[in-house]
């Protein structure tokens, strides 16, 4: 079998993952990409998303990122974000609190007191956290 590569994602925060994998797999801007061992050096911004890896046992594992950026090494896949968490930790009401609250901004009459580019990434994270709790 293959080596295994080292993938970190890290926030501000806190280290969310930091260990050996077989594969890693994040939503750049122009597309999925799946990083092994030995892969050509790139760096690319992160689509708000899931990165995928598969773990030394071969278990798949999913952790929820919103804006991010990658930089691949041949050795290494370090995913730099804002905010990151693993799917287990995912708090399932707390992003349907935060759909509602991003849609009834989205939703009020008086533009000019509603930052939209604001409420709509806020609206892509409680979305994409949604999804991918429920995907367990
Ligand atoms: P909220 O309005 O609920 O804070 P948000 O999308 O604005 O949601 P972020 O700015 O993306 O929150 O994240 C702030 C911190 O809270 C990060 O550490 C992130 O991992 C954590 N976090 C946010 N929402 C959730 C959630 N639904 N479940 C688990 N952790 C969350």
Same mark, same amino acid.
């Given at each position: 079998?293959?080596?295994?590569?080292?993938?970190?994602?890290?926030?501000?925060?806190?280290?969310?993952?930091?260990?050996?994998?077989?594969?890693?797999?994040?939503?750049?801007?122009?597309?999925?990409?799946?990083?092994?061992?030995?892969?050509?050096?790139?760096?690319?911004?992160?689509?708000?998303?899931?990165?995928?890896?598969?773990?030394?046992?071969?278990?798949?594992?999913?952790?929820?990122?919103?804006?991010?950026?990658? +930089?691949?090494?041949? *050795?290494?896949?370090? @995913?730099? =974000?804002?905010? %990151?968490?693993? !799917?287990?930790?995912?708090? $399932?009401?707390?992003?349907?609190?935060?759909?509602?609250?991003?849609?009834?901004?989205?939703?009020? +009459?008086?533009?000019? *007191?509603?930052?939209? @580019?604001? =409420?709509?990434? %806020?609206?892509? !994270?409680?979305?994409?956290? $949604?999804?991918?709790?429920?995907?367990?």
């Amino acid at each position: 079998m293959a080596e295994n590569i080292k993938l970190e994602v890290v926030t501000p925060e806190k280290y969310v993952v930091d260990e050996e994998v077989q594969i890693a797999v994040a939503p750049g801007v122009l597309g999925e990409f799946g990083v092994l061992i030995g892969h050509t050096p790139f760096l690319t911004t992160l689509k708000t998303g899931t990165v995928r890896f598969t773990d030394v046992n071969g278990t798949e594992r999913f952790v929820f990122v919103s804006g991010g950026f990658a +930089e691949a090494l041949p *050795d290494k896949v370090t @995913v730099l =974000a804002e905010s %990151a968490e693993r !799917r287990s930790d995912i708090d $399932i009401e707390r992003a349907q609190a935060a759909q509602e609250r991003a849609q009834n901004r989205l939703a009020q +009459e008086k533009a000019e *007191d509603v930052d939209f @580019v604001r =409420a709509k990434a %806020a609206l892509e !994270r409680a979305i994409n956290r $949604i999804r991918l709790a429920g995907t367990k």
